[in-house]
């Protein structure tokens, strides 16, 4: 009773102290007032789809570093562990940049089929603005999310794919040639196959060529993949290569590493549907079923071979499966996925074992026989296996539409496809190899053969991945 006498009158000393100087202040014209906001460009955002996009662009991003990284990382020799990570990291940086200053307008900007343009420069017309004129915020839209949403979460896509490449040339390449050709490859190959596939206007998304490429067959890893084959031809072979062993030095960090690309790839290819519907969990769990069947078949191909399935071809299986569902995560059924998750584990074993023995080429980590073959692998078979119970669609205007594959009678959908494959590959490759020769006359691609035998990781940064005492 004594408490809440005090307490009362603790109150009342305040309020008698405090009670008039607020009343002055209520009624004082030299209080300004709450200015007037007019709602300028607002539209009514999904929150759900909100919600799904940024944890989509996130898990995208987790796939490049810690995920890449450790799959890479574990993969090469001990004396160049840091210098793959860092590669990871550091295209992490760079990439971002690159795209928040000119890469989001040049893969999205314009309605050119072929190119796009600087209108989004500097994010222009992408982030929020002031209006003056009618004293509010612009927020711009893209569908049910804000256009801010969109570009973040095909700059995750950016960052990726250029590290991907790094897997051709892993324990070789100078690095800071190695950040040259990514800028220079990032702008002049994958920006224009992005528009091609995905810009408004684009020649492979509208009209006669129309191709099916949910979340980046063709975008993503067929460019990667055959330009990390021209890299690996030019660049040249490893000092020791096919002479001395040059087994993974930690396969538990590559295991580790395909784990987290396996979580990271739900957001990869759900993300895609650019919303939290029905054909991003159709493309969820045609993932997770692909990735799967990639694992059984790459791990039985090997039991069969060499009497014993091992933990890299189970990692290297699910990595197959996952990189030849991405173009057709949102045109085929689960069980659909499945049969192209094995056919990509399959077709990538027998390109990272037979072709690369046949031919002898460098392919240090697999980039191409893994994201080249795979992703081509996945592309041609989205031509074939595409149904309409899984593509239909009504748009804005009420008018239905659906893509369909080979089997349901679209031979010209397939042709598409095909025609996408060539396109794409073809822009690689040109491209891939002008850069490369023209930065071997100014910068030279490859470290010094003293400087490679010591290991990337002292050389390049002048640090140790591993101090035995």
């Known amino acids: 009773m004594k408490v809440r006498c005090r307490s009362s009158l603790v109150w009342g000393v305040i309020l008698l102290a405090v009670g008039p100087r607020l009343a002055v202040a209520q009624g004082s014209s030299d209080v300004a007032p709450m200015p007037e906001v007019n709602v300028v460009g607002l539209p009514e955002f999904e929150k759900g789809d909100v919600a799904w996009m940024l944890t989509s662009s996130a898990l995208v991003l987790m796939m490049t570093a810690p995920g890449l990284a450790l799959f890479y990382g574990g993969l090469v020799r001990k004396k160049n562990i840091l210098g793959v990570m860092m590669q990871c990291v550091f295209l992490m940086g760079l990439m971002s940049v690159v795209w928040a200053l000119w890469g989001y307008s040049l ?94 206007g684009g020649w492979l998304l509208d009209g006669r060529f129309a191709a099916l490429d949910f979340a980046g067959g063709t975008v993503v890893h067929i460019s990667s993949g055959v330009s990390a084959l021209v890299c690996a031809l030019l660049i040249g072979k490893r000092v020791g290569f096919g002479q001395e062993p040059m087994p993974p030095h930690n396969l538990t960090y590559t295991c580790i590493g395909a784990a987290l690309l ?150 010209q959908q397939f042709v598409n496809q095909l025609i996408g494959v060539a396109a794409s590959a ?9 850069i490369l020769k023209v930065l071997d006359a100014t910068m030279g691609l490859r470290v010094t053969e003293d400087e490679e035998i010591q290991g990337l990781d002292l050389s390049q940064h002048g640090e140790e991945g591993y101090i035995f005492l």
């Not at 051709?168 to 994958?190: D, H, N, P, Q």
């Not at 073959?373 to 669609?393: M, Q, W």
């Open 107 to 200: 893969a999205f900007g314009g309605e050119s089929p072929y190119f796009g343009n600087l209108d989004h420069i500097c994010l222009h017309g992408v982030i929020p603005s002031w209006d003056a004129d009618n004293g509010g915020p612009v927020i711009p839209a893209s569908g049910t999310v804000p256009t801010s949403v969109f570009m973040v979460f095909q700059g995750m896509f950016f960052i990726i794919t250029p590290a991907l490449i790094a897997g051709a040339f892993a324990e070789r390449m100078k690095f800071s040639t190695m950040c040259v050709f990514m800028i220079l490859w990032g702008t002049f190959v994958y920006c224009p196959i992005a528009h091609w596939v995905w810009g408004e």
């Open 262 to 411: 396996w979580v990271g790839w739900f957001g990869f290819n759900a993300g895609s549907a650019l919303a939290a519907n029905a054909s991003a969990a159709n493309a969820f769990v045609a993932t997770h079923f692909a990735a799967a069947a990639g694992v059984l078949g790459w791990s039985v191909a090997e039991w069969i071979k060499i009497g014993k399935p091992g933990i890299l071809g189970a990692c290297s299986g699910a990595v197959a499966g996952l990189v030849c569902i991405t173009p057709a995560a949102g045109a085929v059924t689960p069980v659909q996925g499945m049969i192209l998750g094995l056919a990509g584990g399959l077709g990538c074993y027998f390109a990272c074992t037979t072709v690369k023995n046949k031919f002898g080429y460098d392919d240090s980590l697999d980039a191409f026989g893994v994201h080249g073959v795979g992703g081509t692998i996945g592309a041609v078979l989205t031509g074939v296996f595409a149904t309409k119970a899984v593509t239909y669609s009504i748009g804005e205007d009420g008018t239905a539409s659906a893509a369909r594959g080979l089997l349901e009678g679209d031979v």
């Open 426 to 434: 073809g822009l690689a490759i040109v491209g891939t190899f002008i």
